[in-house]
C-alpha cells in the first residue's frame, strides 16, 4: 500500500537554528515527491519536485534532497516567515494520483 | 505561472442549500483537475479525481450525488455540494495538473453551513 509519514508533527525553531523535516515513503514505482508549504487558512504552494534518488533541489533557505526511501527538507538559517505547514506528497507511476503526509508544522520564533 | 483561482473564497449557506465553487487554471490549461477537503489540522483528503470532458472519479467513501463535479473544460471545474448540511462544514481546496505532472493549488474555499 502506497503511504508517506513525515516527521516530525511539530518543530520549533530558534530564527537561524538550521533543521530538517523527514518525509518516509513506501510507493509501488515513484513518478514524483512533491513538497509544498502551506499557510494557514491557504491552499498549498508548490516548492519542488523530485523525481529520482540522489536528486537535490535549492530555493532561498530550502534544500530537498531525495532517497530510495525518503526525502528532506532541509532548511538553514530559518526566519519567522518559514514558519507554515510543510507538505510532503509523493505520486505512483500507476495514475495520477498523490498521496500526501500529514504534515510537519514548522514555528520559527524570532 | 501555473496560477489556480477558486471562487468564491468563503461561502456561508443555510443547511439544504446547494453550494457552487468554481476552480480555474488562470494561465494553464489543466487535463487533470483533483478536488480536497481538509479539516483543521488535518491533511488534505482527496474527494475526487476529474478530467476534462469525462466523469469524475470519487475516492472510497464520497458520496457523488453529493459533491457533483463537472469538469467542461481545460481551465475550469466545478465542484457542487447538494442539500449542504452542517457537517460537510469544511475548507475544500482544488488543485490543476498538466498530463501526469505537479499539482498546483488554489486558495481554497471555507464553506460554512448553518
Known amino acids: 500500500e502506497d503511504q508517506v509519514t513525515q516527521s516530525p508533527e511539530a518543530l520549533r525553531l530558534q530564527e537561524g537554528e538550521s533543521s530538517s523535516l523527514n518525509c518516509s515513503y513506501t510507493?509501488?514505482?515513484?513518478?514524483?515527491l512533491f513538497w509544498y508549504r502551506q499557510d494557514p487558512g491557504k491552499g498549498p504552494e508548490f516548492l519542488f519536485t523530485l523525481y529520482s534518488a540522489g536528486e537535490e533541489k535549492e530555493k532561498e533557505r530550502l534544500k530537498a534532497t531525495l532517497t530510495k526511501k525518503e526525502s528532506f527538507l532541509h532548511i538553514t538559517a530559518p526566519k519567522p516567515e518559514d514558519s507554515a505547514t510543510y507538505l510532503c506528497?509523493?505520486?505512483?507511476?500507476?495514475?495520477?494520483?498523490?498521496?500526501f503526509g500529514t504534515g510537519t508544522s514548522l514555528t520559527v520564533i524570532p | 505561472g501555473a496560477v489556480v483561482s477558486q471562487h468564491p473564497s468563503w461561502v456561508i449557506c443555510k443547511s439544504g442549500t446547494s453550494v457552487k465553487i468554481e476552480c480555474r487554471s488562470l494561465?494553464?490549461?489543466?487535463?487533470?483537475m483533483f478536488w480536497y477537503r481538509q479539516f483543521p489540522k488535518q491533511s488534505l483528503m482527496l474527494m475526487a479525481t476529474s478530467n476534462e470532458g469525462s466523469k469524475a472519479t470519487y475516492e472510497q467513501g464520497v458520496e457523488k450525488d453529493k459533491f457533483l463535479i463537472n469538469h467542461a473544460s481545460l481551465t475550469l471545474s466545478t465542484l457542487t455540494v447538494t442539500s449542504a448540511h452542517p457537517e460537510d462544514s469544511s475548507f475544500y481546496i482544488c488543485s490543476a495538473a498538466l498530463a501526469l505532472e505537479t499539482q498546483y493549488f488554489g486558495p481554497g474555499t471555507r464553506l460554512l453551513v448553518l
Open positions: 510507493v509501488s514505482g515513484l513518478r514524483g
Open positions: 494561465d494553464f490549461q489543466a487535463t487533470t
Open positions: 506528497a509523493v505520486q505512483a507511476n500507476t495514475g495520477n494520483q498523490f498521496y
